[in-house]
């Protein structure tokens, strides 16, 4: 690959002037593997780190590795462990990032510059260190360095966890967009929850999904650094008192139980950029970890009652809401987030503003309605510690605050239960209440009195409270996230909303960090890339378009399925090493990875296999491509229906990885804890990206861009951002099936019957048949019911039955094109070539642009 001569970087104390050989103690070669306990476990899949250079002092950076070995172990690098290592590596690349933060900040400050502070329930962040290693531009540096010390840089990297802040595209987006708004040197910070255990470590046994603590914190936590000095008190319950003094209204809040808020910083890389951002972290603490009065009377347990109190609130990510207690952690922890974050914010703008310009140097975003009760937070502060008037204070919230909706589903827009929240948030309740009944009259106004408008926009509707309701009347600006989604928005989920605000909504499409899905994730593929065109691409992705001008060189799409076959290759290898299932890598790789809900319907996927798989036991000469297909999913720990759904993925693999009649044209494989390291693995090796969700329920998905960026042909539906990577790349390079958003709701209004479809489709009805009668020894009968009768709800909610058999004809489609390994090769490079618009540099422009009113630093 050639070398990035022309990319700037900013000097450290570590990385300048000197060049040359390292004068290092002699070393024995290893391969960073010392003893036994080194191994990766044969689940860890394996990866490389980046490979792109810039200037680096070696001699210094090994000066500063041996001086980090001692300090921090007391012993040389030589008789370093690979832990070790990776703790003293870590620890120094973590220095030159909060050395280059200070450098930044005081750029920001000498301009007067407005951040965006990003309010997130989660981060999927993945692994950092070869992500900072390569923003950096010292992957080879540093690689060379540990050589020679004996190390290998890529079993060092595998030593990480990845950080237990996220589950899904939501927490994907939110880390993207931290770090293109690095990248693209905006000043941002983020704000979310340390949490102890992440959401879940996941673990399948014969089919189920057990849910284990996830302690990425043994390793992961090495990127953290406490700020006890900036730690707030968040309280809860107990009772307000209000009295009038001088004319003015005084709040007493009494009797609460107080919680000390503990924020942990992580560095934020922005690639080649100089700029460094803060990604801050609150950690629930009890004021006092024992009552020793209790403790003395031999009341042990509740001598520490109020330390676990305080700590259950930043132990798990989205806790089990299925019942009071769990509705109950939720609501805690979203308060306790945003009132931590809320007052961190006005205290480091209160050091050099005043609260009057605040919307003229703060944004605060809030991503999906999670961090919603800041609006009624950053109100309470101001009313009630700086005495402002409801209409001063209400006027700095509508100007500073703005809203990303993630879901049009109904079940989704998070409402709390009046009670609940009058009794844990006693002063947040009376402050929402009135922004409630101010927007009535707003509305009332608007709508000439019509009621029933009123009743379905005001943000308490009987026993409840809406939080989207909440955001979209307190937002100066609320958007989408596909073009599909906001037009969703406009005309339905907000419609009314719309027609009183039309200039208050608008869309920016995800996006997603290019730069890792291709340089981390896809070396291979980055080196022929820059072979082609140049390395503009890294830090402009529309320049792959150049690509194009190769889609009929034969030569350029053998290398292509070279490099294909290559990830193959290596996602076979941990396929066998992590499940025992042996998969042929000529075979077409048909992939989904992604939550598992209904709506994403991975179940339709499962009944197409299942299909398959009759056909194929009817006649084993069936004349079709092997196909391995692979998932890869985690189910909400209460949500039985999508955990039914992975134990029948589990059985179907099963049952056709252990039948030699139809000679291994079949295999499925459920691949367990997915997570971003497992997608680096996973997705450069696909060829087929599922992208199936039933039109109009997918806000928009960021995972069908990174497969597409990686030369996956797009399965999909007419549905969120699959529209654009249609309207991109062509009708001639993606296959799309399935009903519209339009016929969807139409088929609804009409009356659907799923029943239809079993009825008047031999195949469906064979596969719904065999479903119900049991997939190696197991009964799925539960599953045929809620497609053709219902079970605890409506039949068939998601549409499988009737987008089916369009899916069987695209799947036909797709395989009968992969004959021609050229043709499918020229459709892999269009969506490379296509890609471009779709990296998160682009998006957190857009943003900065037209919603935050950013400017680079």
């Given amino acids: 690959m050639k070398k990035i001569a022309d990319q700037a970087i900013a000097k450290t104390d570590i990385e300048n002037t000197t060049k040359g050989e390292i004068s290092a103690p002699a070393a024995t070669p290893r391969t960073g593997i010392r003893n036994e306990k080194d191994k990766k476990t044969k689940n860890e899949p394996e990866y490389t780190c980046g490979s792109y250079k810039t200037d680096f002092d070696a001699a210094r950076f090994l000066e500063g590795v041996s001086g980090q070995t001692r300090k921090m172990f007391g012993i040389r690098p030589s008789e370093a462990e690979s832990e070790q290592m990776y703790k003293v590596l870590c620890s120094i690349i973590k220095d030159m990032l909060t050395s280059r933060r200070v450098s930044f900040k005081e750029k920001m400050r000498a301009k007067g510059a407005k951040q965006v502070y990003y309010m997130s329930v989660e981060f999927l962040l993945g692994k950092s260190l070869k992500n900072h290693l390569m923003n950096l531009g010292i992957t080879d540096g540093v690689s060379g360095v540990l050589k020679k010390l004996g190390f290998d840089l890529d079993a060092l990297c595998a030593v990480e966890q990845d950080a237990g802040l996220g589950n899904g595209g939501l927490g994907r987006l939110a880390a993207a967009y931290m770090d293109a708004l690095t990248s693209q040197g905006y000043a941002a910070t983020g704000f979310s929850i340390r949490y102890d255990y992440g959401i879940f470590k996941q673990k399948i046994v014969d089919g189920w999904q057990l849910e284990l603590p996830d302690e990425w914190l043994n390793e992961g936590g090495v990127w953290l650094s406490p700020r006890v000095e900036d730690t707030f008190e968040i309280k809860f319950g107990g009772h307000v008192e209000q009295e009038w003094v001088d004319g003015r209204l005084r709040i007493n809040h009494k009797d609460y139980t107080p919680l000390l808020a503990v924020p942990y910083d992580m560095n934020v890389s922005g690639y080649l950029s100089g700029a460094v951002n803060t990604l801050r972290l609150w950690s629930a603490k009890a004021p006092v970890d024992i009552d020793l009065k209790l403790f003395s009377q031999g009341e042990y347990v509740k001598a520490l009652e109020s330390k676990s109190y305080a700590e259950s609130i930043s132990k798990i990510l989205y806790p089990a809401d299925n019942h009071y207690e769990g509705k109950s952690l939720r609501l805690k922890q979203q308060y306790f987030f945003v009132s931590a974050s809320v007052q961190s914010i006005l205290k480091k703008h209160l050091k050099f503003n005043y609260l009057s310009n605040l919307h003229e140097k703060v944004a605060i975003h809030i991503n999906d309605t999670h961090p919603a009760l800041c609006i009624p937070e950053l109100m309470r502060i101001l009313l009630d510690e700086y005495s402002y008037s409801w209409e001063d204070a209400w006027n700095i919230v509508r100007q500073t605050i703005s809203y990303t909706n993630h879901t049009v589903m109904a079940e989704a827009l998070e409402k709390w239960p009046k009670e609940l929240f009058r009794t844990l948030l006693p002063r947040i309740y009376q402050i929402t209440e009135e922004i409630d009944r101010r927007f009535r009259e707003e509305l009332s106004g608007f709508f000439s009195n019509d009621h029933a408008a009123v009743a379905r926009n005001a943000i308490i509707q009987g026993n409840d409270i809406y939080m989207a309701n909440l955001c979209v009347a307190a937002s100066y600006a609320v958007n989408g996230v596909s073009a599909l989604h906001s037009n969703i928005l406009k005309e ?212 069908n861009m990174k497969f597409m960026i990686n030369g996956a042909v797009t399965m999909g539906t007419m549905d969120g951002a699959n529209i654009e990577i249609y309207d991109n790349v062509g009708k001639d390079n993606i296959f799309i099936f399935g009903l519209h958003a339009n016929e969807i709701e139409d088929l609804r209004q009409s009356g659907y019957n799923p029943a239809f479809y079993y009825n008047h489709n031999a195949a469906l009805k064979h596969v719904i048949d065999t479903l119900a009668a049991g997939i190696a020894g197991v009964g799925f009968r539960d599953i045929a019911d809620s497609l053709t009768i219902g079970v605890y709800g409506k039949a068939d909610p998601y549409f499988v039955m009737a987008d089916f058999d369009a899916y069987a004809s695209a799947q036909a489609a797709l395989d009968k094109t992969y004959n021609d390994k050229t043709a499918f090769n020229k459709m892999s490079l269009m969506n490379i070539a296509n890609a471009g618009f779709f990296a998160a540099d682009r998006s957190v422009n857009e943003y900065a642009e037209r919603i935050w009113n950013l400017k680079r630093i």
Avoid: C
Wanted: charged letters at 25%; hydrophobic letters at 40%.
């Fill in 492 to 703: 339905s989920v907000f419609r009314d909303y719309y027609l009183m605000r039309p200039k208050t909504f608008t869309n920016v499409t995800n996006g997603i960090t290019h730069r890792r899905w291709l340089l981390i994730a896809n070396p291979k593929l980055s080196s022929l890339i820059t072979d082609l065109t140049g390395n503009g691409f890294i830090t402009d992705a529309a320049q792959l378009k150049q690509l194009e001008r190769y889609k009929d060189d034969k030569t350029v799409l053998k290398k292509l399925d070279n490099i294909k076959l290559s990830n193959k290759l290596k996602l076979a290898e941990y396929i066998k090493s992590a499940n025992g299932v042996s998969v042929n890598p000529d075979a077409i790789f048909d992939v989904q990875i992604k939550r598992l809900h209904e709506y994403k319907r991975q179940l339709l996927n499962a009944l197409h296999i299942l299909d398959l798989y009759l056909k194929l036991k009817e006649n084993p000469d069936l004349d079709i491509n092997p196909r391995v297909f692979v998932f890869g999913a985690k189910a909400a720990s209460s949500y039985t229906m999508a955990k039914q759904i992975i134990r029948l993925i589990y059985q179907l693999g099963v049952l056709i990885n252990n039948d030699k009649t139809i000679k291994d044209k079949l295999k499925v494989v459920f691949l367990e804890n997915y997570r971003v390291t497992l997608a680096e693995l996973i997705i450069p090796a696909a060829n087929v990206s599922e992208q199936i969700s039933v039109a109009g329920k997918e806000a928009s998905g960021t995972g």
